[in-house]
Antibody
Framework: QVQLVQSGAEVKKPGASVRVSCKAS????????INWVRQATGQGPEWMGW????????DYAQKFRGRVTMTRDTSISTAYMELSSLRSDDTAVYYC?????????????WGQGTTVTVSS | DIVMTQSPLSLPVTPGEPVSISCRSS???????????LDWYLQKPGQSPHLLIY???NRASGVPDRFSGSGSGTDFTLKISRVEAEDVGVYYC???????????FGQGTKLEIK
């Protein structure tokens, strides 16, 4: 079935980096942009950016530019989000979500979320 | 960035009642293609968000027809014609108009059963 499966929970120290993966199945990976959205406990979602699996092109929210890198490996239908220079306020659940390339249909499939905890 | 403001923030309801959630944007979400780039998402307890409505009024696949979206420009509404127990969770509006892309979400409206 159509799904996005994310990697497991991570615990990192301040200043470290984290990489979260998002594996697609059940659909054509290169037909959808992959967005990354994070959500701190008790807060609303926050959009971080997207990667186009076809071209590898990316666009990042200004807040994260310089600290985030989104990539993809089309051979295994997997997108990645790496966040560096982690701080305690990066502690959140990180989600990937697909968005059809072309006419807009919203972010219609989401991963299960990956909890990233930043603590010394 | 475009700021999204929802009201109310909390919504206690009785099953079978109709409800409305309002979402206002700081800038018009009407694109030159004629569509309003406004989505509604529901996040049930302990789950990922999932898409209910896209482009202001289009129900996503599998979404019951008791959910409807309306509005244009800066004012939008999500309506549930008859609330069911399974509808509990936090409802978010999100704008997808800004370019370069900078999608922004509202603060969320928590729907709970009385």
């Amino acid at each position: 079935q159509v799904q996005l499966v994310q990697s497991g929970a991570e615990v990192k120290k301040p200043g470290a980096s984290v990489r979260v993966s998002c594996k697609a199945s059940g659909f054509t990976f290169t037909s959808y942009d992959i967005n990354w959205v994070r959500q701190a406990t008790g807060q609303g979602p926050e959009w971080m950016g997207w990667v186009n699996p076809n071209s590898g092109n990316t666009d990042y929210a200004q807040k994260f530019r310089g600290r985030v890198t989104m990539t993809r490996d089309t051979s295994i239908s997997t997108a990645y989000m790496e966040l560096s220079s982690l701080r305690s306020d990066d502690t959140a659940v990180y989600y990937c979500a697909r968005e059809k390339i072309g006419p807009y249909y919203g972010m219609d499939v989401w991963g299960q979320g990956t909890t990233v905890t930043v603590s010394s | 960035d475009i700021v999204m403001t929802q009201s109310p923030l909390s919504l206690p309801v009785t099953p079978g009642e109709p409800v409305s959630i309002s979402c206002r944007s700081s800038q018009s979400l009407l694109h030159r293609d004629g569509y309003n780039y406004l989505d509604w998402y529901l996040q049930k307890p302990g789950q990922s968000p999932h898409l209910l409505i896209y482009l202001g009024s289009n129900r996503a696949s599998g979404v019951p027809d008791r959910f409807s979206g309306s509005g244009s420009g800066t004012d939008f509404t999500l309506k549930i014609s008859r609330v069911e127990a399974e509808d509990v969770g936090v409802y978010y509006c999100m704008q997808a108009l800004q370019t370069p892309p900078a999608y922004t979400f509202g603060q969320g409206t928590k729907l709970e059963i009385k």
